[in-house]
Nanobody
Framework: QVQLVESGGGLVQTGGSLRLSCAAS????????MGWFRQAPGKEREFVAA????????HYVDSVKGRFTISRDNAKNMVFLQMNSLKPEDTAVYYC????????????WGQGTQVTVSS
């Protein structure tokens, strides 16, 4: 069982930055691919970024490439999402996710953290 707790969301102006953190419980964190999804009001949940177990491979949705960076610290059971040059369309609840098998990232989910970008 893995529990995921996100933090770091908030209100920021267009062009600003935020760093989301996700703390994972358990002693098998390094065996999970990790990622971030987001869901804006009235929209479906959208994949944002993913990182492999070792951190050597990362993947991003096109809309955040060059602006967002996913990273992880396996010694601390943490995964991060550095978000720069934020836009109003980035406004959403951001969820941390884990998957031990592949990049479906549907084994475990956090409760989410709100990110609001004002124009």
């Amino acid at each position: 069982q893995v529990q995921l707790v996100e933090s770091g969301g908030g209100l920021v102006q267009t062009g600003g930055s935020l760093r989301l953190s996700c703390a994972a419980s358990g002693r098998t964190f390094s065996t999970y691919n990790m990622g971030w999804f987001r869901q804006a009001p009235g929209k479906e949940r959208e994949f944002v970024a993913a990182i492999s177990r070792s951190g050597s491979s990362t993947h991003y949705v096109d809309s955040v490439k060059g602006r967002f960076t996913i990273s992880r610290d396996n010694a601390k059971n943490m995964v991060f999402l550095q978000m720069n040059s934020l836009k109003p369309e980035d406004t959403a609840v951001y969820y941390c996710a884990a998957d031990q098998t592949d990049y479906a990232l549907d084994d475990y989910w956090g409760q989410g953290t709100q990110v609001t970008v004002s124009s």
